[in-house]
């Protein structure tokens, strides 16, 4: 799983280590700054609940997919998976494993 961290979710970690490595912060400052990062962070909501965050993913692939597919039904072009793929900005080998929504589409 790739995560995409923004500057704070990753420099802030590592100033609390070295500040508590270096006693120059109080426990209280502590707390409070690992609250903002568990509350305001995607990353750890992401980590939390890896099956709802994929499940959100197929679904707006499959979206993605589907518009295409009515696209190009609608324009007349042959709907494949290259031509869905092209259309809906989803590799080649997404749309091809997504066969069962292409084929009810022809």
Do not use: C
Request: proline fraction near 4%.
């Amino acid at each position: 799983m790739r995560l995409k961290l923004k500057n704070i979710e990753f420099t802030l970690p590592n100033r609390l280590i070295d500040a508590v490595i270096t006693d120059k912060i109080s426990d209280p400052e502590i707390v409070n700054a690992i609250n903002t990062l568990l509350t305001k962070s995607k990353v750890i909501n992401r980590l939390k609940n890896p099956e709802r965050a994929r499940a959100a993913k197929i679904t707006k692939t499959k979206e993605k997919i589907q518009n295409a597919i009515n696209l190009l039904r609608l324009q007349g072009k042959p709907v494949n998976a290259y031509q869905v793929a092209k259309l809906s900005g989803v590799s080649y080998n997404t749309a091809k494993k997504r066969t069962n929504l292409i084929v009810f589409a022809n």
